[in-house]
């Protein structure tokens, strides 16, 4: 039975226990980079007190002065490895320029110092904002960078035997593997034992028993430090430095270590600040936390010493096991500076090897587990590959060529997502009309034939890889029978010059195949850029007009409709007697419109109907056009106003001369009854003309809003 999964392994430990399970992975994770960071001054002063004094004090003073329930403060990893290598540039330099040990730790400190003054300007730019963009692939791909950059430092240095590929490095290695497998096997049979700790204790055991048996196990393994007494820390020496000439010698190479320290510190610290707010709903201002924990790292690189930060590996044991806890940040502190002050009498008995598991282990772990899934891999190929892209760029270039690695990732995966998702609807099958209403007989001839119209909704940041793959997609969905094409960029905030360029070849490809192209909803600057071979419309709907027009053009001559001076009442006098339409004409009164000018506006209580004799009305919800939503366009034969001919009902839309002057004739309910009375079989004739009027309009309506919807 799986203790974990028992009523007891359920309830939240106690916050000491679980400070106790984060300092087992604190002490040989914190302490072994201290000892390998610090490892060119060990000739100087005591390795043990530099190691456990970086270890120990930077995590107290952050916990005292930045209190996070369920956050443990240590060193990171990342950190770390770039101290080191800021101490051995600073330490290669001391010969040169004749710098004493603590004058070589001042240096360090410095640089240090200013990589997280760079993190703190980091934190005002507000660089959380930005991190939110990073795809997964990227932010695991660093986590996991950083943990096999500790498993392959430790295969460098021998696991703590300074050799490579001999029986000692085999030793070391052995005992290295055993840490491992033993906390590995402790951890899944008592989740909540502090694993790593005690698996480091049971192998430094066995190798003190086998030397002292006699073996000779003692003389070939490695101590983490040499036997020394108790010291405090090592204060740097900030007098005589030639800083004008290690600036000049080695300058550039200390600046770039410490802006890649506050770079790929800081991406952690957003990163896991992300996870905190989505998995455990602990909120806080990350940009505010950047900038307190650079305030504190300052300080400590000043003091010489490690900059301890946020540790998400040990923050996560914390949260796991006691939840938010605000004791359990306070224990670990306190466990760890009782290490510090008593490890001067024990550290020397650790075999290096043992540190070196722990730190494998460590790293293995950094790595996150959906990289080690063999069903995420099949899933989600793509991510994980990019994933493990940059964590092997990172392990053999460094930070910086991952760096570089990641953002070329972060901009494909944008660029290929955006692409992906660039068209929001396809529409092959003439199920869009516009609002422009027509005769039956056009309607007629026009419905069968709307499937030579494509209509591409696009939505996203148009950019050049998005408008390529954009161009890509519309040639491969057009089919023969298309000879118009729309885009819809209503969704598209922004264009770039690329971009356009694409845009402009796709139109000009297009039209060698005589299919014309326009697009609808461009921004005006992008319009104008696009240049005047480009056709524009306002909106969808205008350019739906345009295609229906071009479509209409099709008719033979014979069928398109005659206008004749005697047929003023168009679509509503289909059918009647000529001397009735005749004497029902002269009851009309000619209406003329200027352009922009209102015919009526939604809620007036007139009853008149109106027919369009030339020009264009436009229904919109309210007037002017660009203040409400345009339902309709009618032109020459169309009428308009019916609902409230025949229901007496006040009008429900607004009515205009939108595009140019136009003229009407109004025929008033008074003058129609009057008129009925004597041509009774007439008016019944005009009514149901109204009645399949409306019938039509309706069933276009149903169109549109099925069309949306769908």
Not at 239 to 268: C, D, F, K, T, Y
Not at 391 to 416: C, D, P, Q
Not at 549 to 556: M, V
């Amino acid at each position: 039975m799986n203790p974990a999964a028992s009523p007891q392994a359920s309830q939240p430990a106690s916050g000491m226990a679980a400070a106790w399970s984060a300092a087992a992975v604190t002490v040989p994770h914190a302490v072994g980079l201290g000892l390998l960071a610090f490892a060119p001054l060990a000739g100087d002063h005591s390795l043990a007190a530099l190691a456990l004094w970086s270890a120990a004090l930077p995590g107290l003073v952050l916990t005292l002065v930045l209190p996070r329930p369920g956050v443990v403060y240590a060193p990171t990893t990342v950190v770390a490895l770039l101290f080191a290598a800021v101490l051995a540039t600073a330490h290669g330099a001391a010969p040169a320029l004749g710098l004493s040990a603590r004058q070589v730790l001042a240096v360090s400190g410095a640089t240090v110092a200013l990589a997280f003054v760079f993190q703190w300007l980091l934190g005002v730019l507000r660089l959380a904002s930005v991190a939110r963009f990073l795809p997964i692939s990227v932010t695991h791909g660093f986590a996991a960078g950083v943990g096999l950059s500790m498993v392959a430092g430790q295969v460098r240095n021998g696991f703590g035997s300074g050799a490579l590929w001999d029986a000692r490095m085999g030793w070391h290695a052995l005992a290295a593997l055993a840490v491992v497998g033993m906390a590995w096997a402790l951890r899944r049979r008592w989740p909540r034992a502090p694993g790593l700790l005690s698996a480091v204790a049971l192998v430094a055991l066995a190798v003190a028993l086998a030397g002292f048996w006699g073996h000779g196990l003692g003389d070939v393994f490695a101590p983490a430090v040499q036997a020394s007494g108790f010291a405090g820390p090592m204060w740097p020496d900030w007098s005589g430095i030639p800083w004008l000439a290690l600036a000049h010698r080695h300058g550039s190479a200390l600046v770039v270590l410490a802006l890649l320290m506050a770079l790929v510190n800081s991406l952690e610290l957003l990163v896991f600040n992300q996870e905190l707010e989505l998995d455990h709903g602990l909120r806080g201002n990350a940009n505010q936390a950047l900038r307190r924990e650079s305030l504190i790292g300052v300080l400590c690189g000043l003091a010489g010493m490690i900059p301890a930060s946020t540790s998400a590996s040990r923050s996560r044991i914390v949260l796991a096991q006691a939840g938010p806890s605000r004791d359990a940040p306070r224990w670990h502190a306190a466990i760890m500076l009782g290490v510090a002050a008593t490890g001067a009498w024990w550290l020397h008995w650790v075999p290096m090897a043992c540190l070196a598991g722990g730190l494998v282990l460590a790293g293995l772990l950094q790595v996150p587990g959906l990289m080690w899934s063999p069903r995420y891999a099949k899933s989600s190929r793509v991510t994980w590959a990019q994933s493990w892209l940059v964590a092997l760029v990172f392990a053999a270039v460094g930070g910086v060529g991952a760096l570089v690695a990641g953002l070329v990732v972060a901009t494909f995966v944008l660029l290929r997502d955006s692409a992906a998702k660039v068209l929001r609807h396809v529409r092959l099958d003439g199920e869009l009309r516009s609002r422009r209403l027509r005769r039956a007989g056009s309607d007629t001839w026009l419905v069968p034939r709307m499937n030579q119209v494509a209509v591409f909704e696009l939505q996203g940041v148009m950019s050049f890889g998005v408008a390529a793959h954009l161009a890509e997609q519309v040639r491969l969905l057009l089919q023969p029978r298309h000879r118009w094409v729309i885009l819809d960029a209503a969704r598209v905030p922004a264009w770039d010059s690329t971009a356009l360029a694409q845009l402009r070849a796709l139109v000009r490809d297009l039209g060698q195949q005589g299919i014309e192209c326009a697009v609808a909803a461009l921004d005006r600057q992008a319009a104008e850029q696009a240049g005047p071979q480009m056709r524009c419309f306002a909106d969808l709907d205008r350019a739906l007009e345009w295609a229906e027009a071009g479509i209409l053009l099709q008719r033979p001559l014979a069928q398109r409709p005659a206008y004749v001076d005697g047929d003023v009442l168009g679509e509503i006098g289909e059918g009647v007697p000529a001397e009735a339409a005749r004497q029902l004409a002269a009851q009309c009164t000619p209406q003329d419109v200027p352009a922009q000018g209102v015919v009526f506006n939604a809620g007036d209580t007139d009853r008149d109907l109106l027919v369009v004799q030339s020009g264009h009305i436009t229904l919109v919800t309210q007037w002017p056009p660009d203040t409400g939503l345009r339902l309709a366009t009618v032109g020459r034969g169309m009428a308009f106003g019916e609902m409230a001919f025949l229901s007496g009902a006040a009008r429900t839309a607004s009515a205009g001369a939108e595009r140019g002057p136009a003229r009407l004739l109004r025929l008033s309910r008074a003058q129609f009854d009057e008129w009925a009375r004597e041509h009774p079989e007439a008016a019944l004739t005009l009514m149901n003309n109204l009645a399949q009027i409306g019938a039509r309009r309706l069933g276009a309506t149903t169109r549109q809003l099925r069309a949306v919807l769908e």
